[in-house]
């Protein structure tokens, strides 16, 4: 399996959680909301981990640099974190528009932070990576813990 | 600090880069309507001076504008391009873009040797300049769905401007052996088909996905899209002249390929995995709808007799809608993004900046400037309405930029920053 494909899935994957959340929030219907933002909110943070713990590292160790992409990578994760805790206090006080208005932010910044992941470091690992390195390095982002 | 690796946050642009061009591109439509509200039914005659100059102030500036700003911001943070200088250079372009477009629409209605020249000056440094450097970066690069397409269009932006020029040393008394009327033809051509409609096409690549969630376009078919409606301009503009049959084939085929590209964003927005229907996505739909609407109209020309006014409408639309799109989206997220990039506690949210329910009130007042527009086609009174709802749609835009550039400065300087030390 390529590096792409393994992380590829599990940005659908949130997307797919995330759009159920921002539904539930739109109908005002925040039990869901709730539910649905947790898994996202869980979700998001695992794979953020798996990258930051193995990806990231393997990747600076083919490409030879610690800095560059990986540094803007892990700075957007933290910007996405930033987000994430902001969207639960709406929750708590549920305040619709503010949701709202924060998954809105936070979708166009994760787009794009996927965009990059997908078009450039997962693209240029397929590349780069022998493939039982590949393997190798799936099998321990599986093994990362939640 | 690292040019190469194109993901540096510090290439993006400052936020004022593009508020200005947004800011500029909205002031040229109101401008734009104001004009349209005094030329009236006047506009169904295409060689008047008047309209001629109020093409160019949608095309140049307004389409012209909103490019410059979006590819400023697009190009460093979407395509790893890096653009040496950036702020400086888009300010001067700015300026001189501004005042290029003046010189020409004046040029247009004086008739005046020296405006003709000053505006080809103007206008082939600010394009030229733009086009070049961007073309220069975007070659270096690792292309994505959008970037080819952009150089691409950039590309036809300069086979537009070169064509213009021209025409413009045409109707500045200078004696070339050129079909006028064929050379026109080919500069409408290449900036509408190829300049505009490229660019919104690459657009589309990245933001139907990025902003609404859908599935992407299909690798394959984002690279060459692009590349076949380029060439089939490129054929059009080398054998045409040889054999005028041709032409409209040609034409006919390039709409096509619009026109399905249009059908495809239709489709993926209704795939969107997020429920929720902002007004961006009705800009969208509008916009890319009413190029469907026009490319039917061109096949129905064939059959029965339309008003060429009815398929310059319906065109016109195209980008107009899709500006709109592109700002109330663009310019919300980048006030909140860069103030919270620089750690301001009370950075505003999105609906802050631009509370959902304005942006779709002024959706509504553009589709209003729509429908009037083609029931004027053959009622010409109702131009005066419909120029005033433009004027309308457009000052409210204008007026969104202008208070997301107030507050973001507001926030510069009385917010709250956390500190890193
Ligand atoms: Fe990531
Ligand atoms: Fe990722």
């Given at each position: 399996m390529d590096i792409s494909q393994y992380l590829i899935a599990e940005h659908r994957e949130c997307d797919v959680i995330f759009a159920r959340a921002e539904k539930a929030a739109a109908e005002g219907d925040f039990t869901t909301t709730k539910d649905e933002f947790l898994k996202f909110a869980d979700e998001t943070l695992h794979h953020f981990k798996k990258e930051e713990e193995e990806f990231f590292p393997a990747f600076e160790a083919a490409?030879?640099?610690?800095?560059?992409p990986t540094r803007v990578m892990k700075y957007e994760h933290e910007q996405v974190r930033g987000l994430l805790g902001k969207m639960a206090q709406a929750i708590e006080s549920e305040d619709k528009d503010a949701y709202l208005s924060l998954a809105e932010s936070l979708m166009i910044l994760l787009q794009q932070h996927n965009m990059k992941e997908e078009q450039m470091l997962y693209a240029m690992a397929d590349r780069l990576f022998p493939p039982n390195a590949k393997e190798e390095l799936i099998e321990k982002m599986k093994k990362v813990a939640p | 600090m690292f040019q190469n690796s194109g993901l540096s946050l510090e290439q993006a642009p400052p936020i004022v880069v593009v508020l200005r061009f947004f800011i500029t591109g909205s002031i040229f439509g109101v401008i734009a309507s104001i004009m349209l509200f005094f030329i009236g039914a006047d506009?169904?005659?295409?060689?008047l001076p008047q309209t001629i100059a109020l093409t160019h102030l949608f095309t140049l500036g307004v389409m012209g504008s909103f490019m410059f700003g979006a590819l400023y911001q697009m190009?460093?943070?979407?395509?790893g391009v890096h653009i040496k200088g950036a702020d400086l250079l888009a300010l001067r372009v700015n300026y001189i873009f501004i005042f290029g477009i003046t010189a020409l629409v004046a040029a247009f209605f004086t008739n005046a040797i020296v405006l003709y020249i000053v505006a080809t000056l103007f206008l082939a440094y600010a394009i030229f300049f733009t086009a070049f450097a961007m073309l220069g970066q975007l070659r270096k690069i690792q292309h994505n769905n959008s970037s080819r397409g952009m150089m691409l269009s950039l590309t036809a932006l300069i086979v537009v401007a070169v064509l213009g020029i021209t025409l413009l040393a045409i109707r500045g008394g200078l004696a070339i052996d050129i079909d006028y009327l064929w050379l026109k033809e080919m500069h409408y051509s290449f900036g509408l088909f190829g300049w505009v409609s490229l660019l919104i096409i690459s657009v589309s690549f990245q933001v139907i996905e990025m902003f609404y969630v859908t599935p992407s376009f299909p690798k394959g078919y984002a690279k060459n899209l692009p590349i076949a409606i380029i060439a089939l301009l490129f054929i059009d503009l080398f054998f045409s002249s040889l054999n005028p049959q041709i032409r409209s084939i040609l034409q006919l085929l390039v709409v096509l390929l619009i026109a399905f590209h249009a059908g495809f964003i239709l489709l993926r927005l209704k795939q969107k995995k997020r429920p929720v229907i902002d007004a961006t996505i009705l800009f969208w739909i509008l916009g890319e709808g009413a190029f469907i609407a026009f490319a039917v109209a061109l096949i129905a020309t064939f059959y029965v007799t339309l008003p060429p006014l009815l398929l310059v409408v319906l065109f016109s639309f195209f980008p107009l809608s899709v500006i709109f799109a592109m700002s109330y989206k663009i310019v919300p997220f980048l006030v909140w993004f860069h103030l919270n990039a620089q750690g301001?506690?009370?950075?505003?949210?999105m609906h802050e900046v631009t509370p959902p329910s304005y942006a779709k009130r002024n959706f509504y007042i553009f589709l209003g400037a729509f429908v009037t527009a083609i029931i004027a086609v053959f009622l010409p009174v109702v131009w005066y309405l419909s120029a005033l709802l433009l004027m309308i749609a457009f000052f409210m835009l204008f007026l969104n930029n202008y208070r997301a550039w107030h507050k973001y400065q507001e926030v510069l300087e009385s917010g709250e920053k956390f500190s890193f030390t």
């Amino acid at each position: 399996m390529d590096i792409s494909q393994y992380l590829i899935a599990e940005h659908r994957e949130c997307d797919v959680i995330f759009a159920r959340a921002e539904k539930a929030a739109a109908e005002g219907d925040f039990t869901t909301t709730k539910d649905e933002f947790l898994k996202f909110a869980d979700e998001t943070l695992h794979h953020f981990k798996k990258e930051e713990e193995e990806f990231f590292p393997a990747f600076e160790a083919a490409t030879g640099s610690a800095e560059g992409p990986t540094r803007v990578m892990k700075y957007e994760h933290e910007q996405v974190r930033g987000l994430l805790g902001k969207m639960a206090q709406a929750i708590e006080s549920e305040d619709k528009d503010a949701y709202l208005s924060l998954a809105e932010s936070l979708m166009i910044l994760l787009q794009q932070h996927n965009m990059k992941e997908e078009q450039m470091l997962y693209a240029m690992a397929d590349r780069l990576f022998p493939p039982n390195a590949k393997e190798e390095l799936i099998e321990k982002m599986k093994k990362v813990a939640p | 600090m690292f040019q190469n690796s194109g993901l540096s946050l510090e290439q993006a642009p400052p936020i004022v880069v593009v508020l200005r061009f947004f800011i500029t591109g909205s002031i040229f439509g109101v401008i734009a309507s104001i004009m349209l509200f005094f030329i009236g039914a006047d506009i169904a005659n295409f060689s008047l001076p008047q309209t001629i100059a109020l093409t160019h102030l949608f095309t140049l500036g307004v389409m012209g504008s909103f490019m410059f700003g979006a590819l400023y911001q697009m190009l460093p943070v979407l395509c790893g391009v890096h653009i040496k200088g950036a702020d400086l250079l888009a300010l001067r372009v700015n300026y001189i873009f501004i005042f290029g477009i003046t010189a020409l629409v004046a040029a247009f209605f004086t008739n005046a040797i020296v405006l003709y020249i000053v505006a080809t000056l103007f206008l082939a440094y600010a394009i030229f300049f733009t086009a070049f450097a961007m073309l220069g970066q975007l070659r270096k690069i690792q292309h994505n769905n959008s970037s080819r397409g952009m150089m691409l269009s950039l590309t036809a932006l300069i086979v537009v401007a070169v064509l213009g020029i021209t025409l413009l040393a045409i109707r500045g008394g200078l004696a070339i052996d050129i079909d006028y009327l064929w050379l026109k033809e080919m500069h409408y051509s290449f900036g509408l088909f190829g300049w505009v409609s490229l660019l919104i096409i690459s657009v589309s690549f990245q933001v139907i996905e990025m902003f609404y969630v859908t599935p992407s376009f299909p690798k394959g078919y984002a690279k060459n899209l692009p590349i076949a409606i380029i060439a089939l301009l490129f054929i059009d503009l080398f054998f045409s002249s040889l054999n005028p049959q041709i032409r409209s084939i040609l034409q006919l085929l390039v709409v096509l390929l619009i026109a399905f590209h249009a059908g495809f964003i239709l489709l993926r927005l209704k795939q969107k995995k997020r429920p929720v229907i902002d007004a961006t996505i009705l800009f969208w739909i509008l916009g890319e709808g009413a190029f469907i609407a026009f490319a039917v109209a061109l096949i129905a020309t064939f059959y029965v007799t339309l008003p060429p006014l009815l398929l310059v409408v319906l065109f016109s639309f195209f980008p107009l809608s899709v500006i709109f799109a592109m700002s109330y989206k663009i310019v919300p997220f980048l006030v909140w993004f860069h103030l919270n990039a620089q750690g301001y506690f009370n950075a505003p949210m999105m609906h802050e900046v631009t509370p959902p329910s304005y942006a779709k009130r002024n959706f509504y007042i553009f589709l209003g400037a729509f429908v009037t527009a083609i029931i004027a086609v053959f009622l010409p009174v109702v131009w005066y309405l419909s120029a005033l709802l433009l004027m309308i749609a457009f000052f409210m835009l204008f007026l969104n930029n202008y208070r997301a550039w107030h507050k973001y400065q507001e926030v510069l300087e009385s917010g709250e920053k956390f500190s890193f030390t």
